[in-house]
């Protein structure tokens, strides 16, 4: 099982980031990839998921229309692009892959596998 994450860093807000999370073919194929993230001194939430069956994205409130989920499948990769960056968008970014329950894909304990976390720092 391998996740990476990528694509962290520090940007104005108003900004753009794309991040990057690379998942080996076994742990790609056949698995809904989500992610996650987590504020300083807040619980980790949900963001954004891709079902693995039809594609079907579903994303939190707070970044609908800001944030865009896609997957390369010959790269297995899940990208989450990142427009119109806020202060509050701030956090460590997790990608999770293998959904246990597809009706509790926004519940961070529904996912098997975890990436190790990238940084985005959005300054006011």
């Known amino acids: 099982v391998q996740l990476q994450a990528s694509g962290g860093g520090l940007v104005q807000a108003g900004g753009s980031l794309r991040l990057s999370c690379g998942l080996s073919?076994?742990?790609?194929?056949?698995?809904?990839v989500a992610w996650f993230r987590q504020a300083p001194g807040k619980e980790r939430e949900f963001v954004a998921t891709?079902?693995?069956?039809?594609?079907?994205?579903y994303y939190a409130d707070p970044v609908k229309g800001r944030f865009t989920i896609s997957r390369d499948d010959g790269k297995s990769t899940v990208y989450l692009e990142m427009n119109n960056l806020e202060p509050e968008d701030t956090a460590v970014y997790y990608c999770?892959?293998?959904?246990?329950?597809?009706?509790?894909?926004?519940?961070?304990?529904?996912?098997?596998?975890w990436g190790q976390g990238t940084l985005v720092t959005v300054s006011s």
């Open positions: 999770a892959a293998r959904l246990l329950s597809t009706s509790r894909y926004y519940q961070s304990d529904m996912y098997a596998h």
């Open positions: 073919r076994r742990t790609f194929t056949g698995n809904t």
């Open positions: 891709i079902l693995w069956v039809g594609g079907t994205r």
